[in-house]
């Protein structure tokens, strides 16, 4: 592998670490220790918020670093590995997308000020929503990180096609 996609490989992978890492903490531990911890589950939701906001920015830059990846590796990689990460990626840049505009969506249900839900049931689909989204993004990127990785190890020279 030569240095420019070494480079870009290390940077991708930690930015998925970084994003997915962070997503996976979050919603196993953070999420369930201030619902055991917090009286007013609702208020943890004002975190969340916040929370989910900087994940989603991490995950662009994340999603940006694979295509990034992707591209340096085209060449190299078997046909079978292309069509599995180019499609991993597409579901990835389509659900943060989603995300992104999902946010919005449950921001526009909450009087931050009031810190109140002015819109339950809407809030209540919004939020369902947004996390099974969030979850199948979670199953793509681990889908999309396991075959870039095994790509990546059996490469033996940078002209050669990886299987």
Known sequence: MNAAR???????????ALWMGGFTFFTSVSLRVAHKVL???QEFGYVTQVV????NVIGLIA????????AAHWQVLVRWRRFVLGITWLILAITLAYL????HALAATVDFAQRVVVDADTFEVVHRRYKQVASVQWLAAVLHLTVML?????????DQEIG
């Open 6 to 16: 070494q480079t870009i490989h290390v940077l991708s992978v930690l930015a998925w």
């Open 63 to 70: 999603v940006l670093s694979l295509l990034a990846q992707l």
């Open 100 to 103: 992104f505009n999902l946010h």
């Open 39 to 41: 009286s007013e589950a």
């Open 52 to 55: 989910t906001d900087r994940l």
């Open 150 to 158: 095994t790509a990546c190890r059996s490469e033996g020279h940078a």
